[in-house]
């Protein structure tokens, strides 16, 4: 070896074993910079049984007064007092209004007085009735006088009769002055104010609307074709009804939540609307605190047919592939095979299957 040769040695090693420190050092970075492999995915495994299931129908609704009623003037005459305050809840038999009484008075008072008169001359015809009588029998007077006291009597028999009859006439009038709430509601403004005059007749006889809201109705409608299927399920006994045949209703807010209290549908149209294709329904749901006003938009979910002996699984356990819809289930090696299914309904339970799955199979 030269002495250039041996002078250059301890560099070059100095310099090999330099590069060979980075070259480590970059290795262990790298190593230490990739990603660690991920775990295998935690998934849970459901044994399937089939059961009974219970189904919704869910449909949009729009709620009404069960009861809405037009309170009216019986009398015409000036409208001189309202005693309730408009938007307020009124109970049966409260009064409303008062209309001026004065010329109902006045009537009554000439119908009593006739009915008086009548009562004064009835008094004096069956006593010459009874003087009558009694003198033809003797043969005293003739038949035509007697006759002629009959007569007498009878009109004025007659004539007290339809004097009773005005004065009934005469106090409905006069109470009908008093317009008192006929149901249980809540009240709409006033249709006239004080000091208006009031009629009979059906433009001017209108006083103020009385909107029971409890129990409020729920009306919607459901597919003519949804409901030949239900039909027909529950004829071949795919589908099972309530043993009274009584759906109950719950009532699904704006915001999502659910009206405390559930009713029950009491009717439902035998006809189809041509123009919409659907069937009227109409459901009545407790409203104690009176929180659904009429004409309040909300979703229906009608309950109480089930489905017996399906299968129902959770709805994130449903995959969509090319080939259709599928699951995953655990075969009998423990390893995940994938099972083409049928689906059926959702329901709370989950997604109903109709095909694909048997009892004791692990999805």
């Not at 003037?73 to 305050?85: F, P, Q």
């Not at 015809?125 to 009878?154: I, N």
């Not at 005059?197 to 029971?212: E, K, P």
């Not at 104690?288 to 309040?296: K, S």
Request: proline share 7%.
């Amino acid at each position: 070896m030269s002495p250039t040769s041996m002078r250059r040695g301890p560099r070059a090693l100095t310099a090999a074993l330099l590069v060979g420190l980075l070259a480590s050092a970059c290795e262990e970075k790298q190593a230490a910079q990739a990603p660690a492999a991920p775990p295998p995915p935690q998934v849970g495994v459901v044994e399937v049984q089939p059961h009974d299931v219970p189904l919704q129908f869910e449909y949009s609704g729009r709620t009404a007064g069960s009861r809405e009623i037009e309170v009216r003037a019986r009398v015409g005459g000036i409208l001189l007092e309202r005693t309730y305050t408009e938007g307020q809840r009124v109970e049966a038999g409260k009064v409303l209004f008062r209309i001026d009484p004065a010329p109902f008075k006045v009537a009554l008072q000439q119908a009593e007085a006739r009915l008086k008169n009548g009562q004064a001359v009835l008094r004096q015809a069956e006593r010459s009735w009874t003087r009558v009588s009694s003198l033809y029998k003797d043969r005293a007077v003739s038949g035509r006088e007697r006759d002629e006291t009959q007569s007498t009597l009878e009109t004025s028999r007659a004539d007290v009769s339809l004097a009773e009859a005005e004065v009934r006439e005469a106090r409905i009038n006069m109470d009908y002055t008093t317009v008192t709430a006929p149901i249980v509601g809540v009240t709409s403004r006033e249709a006239v104010s004080e000091g208006s005059l009031v009629g009979t007749t059906a433009d001017n006889s209108l006083l103020t609307r009385i909107t029971q809201l409890d129990p409020i109705y729920v009306n919607f409608a459901y597919p003519d074709a949804e409901a030949a299927t239900t039909r027909r399920m529950l004829d071949e006994g795919t589908y099972r009804a309530p043993e009274d045949r009584k759906l109950t209703v719950r009532v699904k807010l704006g915001d999502g939540s659910l009206h405390p209290q559930a009713g029950f549908v009491d009717f439902t149209d035998s006809v189809v609307d041509p123009q919409t294709g659907t069937i009227r329904v109409r459901a009545t749901v407790p409203n104690p605190n009176e929180t659904l006003l009429p004409g309040q938009f909300v979703r229906v979910i009608v309950e109480g047919i089930s489905r017996p002996d399906a299968i129902a699984v959770p709805e994130r356990a449903v995959m969509q592939g090319p080939q259709g819809t599928f699951l995953y289930t655990v075969g009998e090696d423990g390893r995940a095979q994938v099972k083409p299914v049928k689906l059926g309904m959702s329901t709370p339970q989950g997604r109903i299957v109709d095909s694909g799955l048997q009892g004791g199979d692990r999805v």
